[in-house]
């Protein structure tokens, strides 16, 4: 059964500060997904992750992945309050589903 | 651009209550997908639909089904409602799929007394 992991779970930070969320999953997929969450909002899609290696880029938030170690990163570079928020990452299994992992509530401090 | 909506966007049911839930995509998107989001299980993969077909199911039990119209439009239904079934329920929509930018409705939120 395909288990996604993120961590840390919450996550609270200084704004101009670096950090980063990983998401480990325990079978093989070479598909995955970041999308973020605002307090009581709906989700939003943030990055497609299609193939090893793949990175990419939106402003201050980088995401890669790492099929071979299972793992996706995402990383947030001179955090503003703005990027507060709850993340979640999901990875595909192809013709079966998806599945999400806990989430990471990140709040950014002034 | 309209965006995705879903209604009504509150609901509340009684135990063993069915419930239909609505999803219109944004046009030209033709891949329609449903989770369910509870502070307990976290975010959960329902089903997708594509094309008028489900293509892709999540881990519920028959009580869970939906349907695509040729518009695209999707439709969930729960029957024989229980408390747990009090969630947050999104619907995305998307080009082609999971691989496409996937865009979300504000959600259903139904309250199972």
């Known amino acids: 059964e395909l288990k996604v992991e993120q961590n840390p779970l919450f996550l609270s930070m200084q704004e101009g500060k670096n950090y980063t969320i990983y998401c480990n999953y325990s079978?093989?997929?070479?598909?995955l997904y970041w999308y973020r969450q605002d307090p009581g909002k709906s989700l939003e899609s943030l990055f497609v992750?299609?193939?090893?290696?793949a990175v990419k880029q939106e402003g201050r938030l980088m995401a890669s992945l790492d099929t071979k170690a299972r793992l996706s990163t995402l990383h947030i570079t001179a955090a503003v309050h703005d990027l507060s928020a709850t993340y979640f990452c999901a990875v595909d299994k192809g013709a079966q589903k998806l599945v999400f992992g806990q989430g990471t509530r990140l709040t950014i401090n002034p | 651009k309209a965006g995705v909506t879903q209604t009504p966007r509150y609901l509340i049911k009684t135990r063993g209550q069915q419930v239909t839930l609505s999803c219109s995509p944004i046009?030209?998107?033709?891949?329609v997908s449903w989770y369910q989001q509870t502070p307990g299980q976290g975010l959960q993969f329902l089903f997708e639909?594509?094309?008028?077909?489900?293509?892709n199911k999540g881990n519920f039990p028959g009580r869970f089904s939906g349907r695509q119209f040729s518009n695209s439009r999707s439709e969930m239904n729960v029957s024989t409602l229980e408390l747990g079934d009090s969630a947050l329920y999104l619907c995305?929509?998307?080009?082609?799929?999971?691989?496409?930018?996937?865009?979300f409705g504000p959600g259903t939120r139904l309250t199972v007394l």
């Open positions: 992750l299609l193939s090893n290696g």
């Open positions: 995305a929509s998307s080009l082609q799929g999971f691989t496409d930018t996937q865009y």
């Open positions: 079978t093989t997929s070479d598909r």
């Open positions: 046009s030209g998107h033709r891949s």
């Open positions: 639909y594509f094309s008028e077909t489900q293509r």
